[in-house]
């Protein structure tokens, strides 16, 4: 399916009440994790930021293109792909940052 059937699809139907579901839930952990941030637990923040996007992938890889709601912002692959990869780039950063919560010391 292409990009302009994917938006023909959204602009065909009526939203549904509970379209943007899967974007308040990304929206509730990225909430949790700026509240980490302002405790000073800035790694286990970061690490939830990138939660946040992989939980952005795959729910866009899951639904259909009328249920993704805000999470659809281009094509599917697009948008996965561009998740996944800011997703793998947060986490590396926080997981691999010395010191702070995460140390093994």
Do not use: C, N
């Not at 939203?15 to 800035?42: E, G, K, N």
């Not at 259909?64 to 800011?86: C, E, H, M, Q, S």
Request: proline letters at 4%.
């Amino acid at each position: 399916m292409t990009m302009t059937e994917d938006r023909r699809e959204v602009a065909g139907r009526r939203p549904s009440r509970f379209t943007q579901l899967p974007f308040a839930a990304v929206l509730l952990v990225v909430a949790v994790a700026a509240l980490r941030i302002f405790q000073y637990h800035w790694r286990e923040g970061a690490a939830l930021i990138g939660a946040a996007l992989l939980l952005a992938a795959v729910l866009r890889a899951v639904l259909p293109t009328t249920r993704a709601g805000l999470l659809a912002i281009r094509g599917k692959v697009v948008d996965v792909v561009t998740f996944t990869a800011l997703a793998a780039a947060v986490l590396y950063v926080a997981l691999t940052i010395i010191g702070g919560p995460f140390a093994s010391s």
